[in-house]
């Protein structure tokens, strides 16, 4: 075992969504999906061997419990029957809708395995992040990610360099806590709204459609076949029991905006998650004139502008521990 290890890992962007769980073990998608690395927003987590578990995230103390399947997995592969204890910090806002959860139980999973050199294959890091968050399995690669329909883990579907030209303009709008977690509330689709086995049935044809566009780098594809993902996606919230609704006003107005854009010719192709904030994807040559009527609209839109990536690094620790 090494005295300790930190990994790096960037969150993942469902362009074709996760949202509605199989029956069975923990986290297994009803719905393909397909995602994409947010190249410069990135999770730093350090993992050290110590007498009781404990979790800080940017300097606050975590809950253990949503960890605690992960470190017992590990310990059972390793054979290591100590704690742990991790530091993990965020270079973008935390619980800000931007699925911090998939960067950090993917930089997790990628400490952990090089704190215990366990040296698990790439399908066995996504399996065990998937059992901290989903979205995490697919986190774990970076760049074009696929993730199918009841599969334990996700895959790689195409490097970050297959378009290098694709830009993501992340406009956080609210940096408020969600009115329900992204959990409870797949859950609750699922269980009351009416629209959830529609939503499940499309979502395989979504699934095939958004990978052909990505492999053809057709925006003009892809951006359609986006809006219809989250789109009937956010129908499975706004029809359950009790509905639940994400977006505020600022949201609204945006979606207007870039309607309007792309009338007048922008490539400028939104996806929402569980949370207010809106992403756009476009190309390089139209990020200034996307964020400057972003800003005319909401003034105090905060905007993290990425390129496609967020391939994880692990850093092992100076020597070996016992
Ligand atoms: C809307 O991965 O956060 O961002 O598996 O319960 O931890 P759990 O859910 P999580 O859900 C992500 C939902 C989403 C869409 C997506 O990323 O595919």
């Not at 050290?48 to 940017?58: E, G, K």
């Not at 950090?104 to 066995?124: H, I, M, P, R, V």
């Not at 009790?242 to 949201?251: D, G, R, T």
Request: charged share 15%; with cysteine.
């Amino acid at each position: 075992m090494k005295a300790q290890a930190t990994a790096e890992a960037s969150p993942s962007l469902a362009l074709v969504k996760y949202w509605g769980k199989s029956d069975g073990p923990p986290n297994l998608p009803a719905t393909s999906n397909l995602a994409i690395g947010l190249d410069t927003l990135r999770t730093s987590t350090t993992v050290v061997p110590s007498q009781r578990d404990a979790v800080t995230l940017d300097g606050a103390d975590q809950p253990l419990a949503p960890f605690v399947p992960l470190f017992d997995a590990f310990r059972k592969l390793s054979g290591y029957n100590g704690s742990f204890t991790v530091q993990s910090s965020n270079n973008f806002p935390t619980a800000a809708g931007i699925a911090s959860s998939s960067s950090g139980f993917a930089a997790l999973t990628l400490a952990l395995n090089a704190l215990l050199e366990t040296k698990l294959s790439d399908e066995q890091l996504s399996s065990l992040a998937r059992t901290g968050s989903g979205s995490a399995s697919r986190a774990v690669y970076g760049g074009f990610t696929r993730w199918e329909a009841g599969e334990p883990w996700a895959q790689r579907f195409l490097p970050a360099a297959h378009w290098p030209q694709l830009r993501v303009v992340v406009a956080i709008l609210s940096a408020g806590k969600k009115p329900v977690g992204s959990r409870a509330g797949m859950e609750r689709s699922k269980r009351t709204s009416p629209l959830y086995s529609a939503w499940v049935n499309h979502a395989a044809e979504l699934f095939e459609r958004g990978c052909a566009a990505v492999q053809a780098r057709s925006l003009e594809h892809l951006g359609p076949i986006m809006r219809e993902s989250y789109l009937t996606m956010f129908a499975t919230m706004f029809t359950a029991r009790p509905p639940f609704l994400y977006w505020i006003p600022e949201s609204v107005a945006l979606l207007r905006t870039l309607e309007e854009l792309r009338s007048a010719g922008v490539p400028a192709w939104e996806t929402m998650d569980a949370g207010p904030q809106v992403k756009v994807l476009t190309t390089a040559p139209h990020v200034e004139q996307i964020c400057q009527t972003i800003t005319s609209v909401v003034p105090d839109a905060q905007l993290i502008i990425t390129p496609v990536g967020g391939a994880p690094s692990v850093l092992d620790g100076a020597g070996s521990v016992g």
